[in-house]
């Protein structure tokens, strides 16, 4: 069976994101490893994409564990040809997402380090 994939869309589990939506998902991901989501975090996520986007995201981000939302990072990140031929755009928005509230911590760095392993 053929099919016609949209570009802007990324196949993940039984759903599809698209682009933002995916950036919006790391993001939240960033944001809440350290199990505490600021202002400032939520300010910054809310700059990269909009209101809907994010409403949508973070129900969906709430209802998964972490197994589930880093299969559906590295998925989505396999999938979107802008990140996985060139994933700097991608670290550099998680870059920014961890120092939104001031400082990069030891949680924030460590996941960073393994998503860069990981999706590199």
């Excluded at 949209?6 to 490893?33: D, E, H, P, S, W």
Aim: proline residues 1%; negative net charge.
């Amino acid at each position: 069976m053929d099919r016609i994939w949209n570009l802007n869309n990324i196949i993940m589990g039984n759903k599809t994101f698209t682009k933002q939506q995916l950036v919006a998902y790391i993001l939240l991901y960033i944001a809440n490893i350290d199990l505490k989501e600021s202002n400032s975090e939520r300010n910054y996520i809310m700059s990269r994409v909009d209101r809907n986007v994010f409403d949508d995201i973070y129900k969906e981000f709430n209802n998964d564990n972490d197994y589930q939302s880093i299969t559906k990072i590295v998925d989505g990140v396999n999938s979107e040809d802008s990140y996985k031929n060139n994933p700097d755009e991608l670290f550099a928005d998680i870059k920014l997402m961890a120092f939104a509230d001031g400082k990069m911590d030891q949680m924030e760095h460590a996941i960073y380090n393994s998503l860069k392993k990981i999706l590199s």
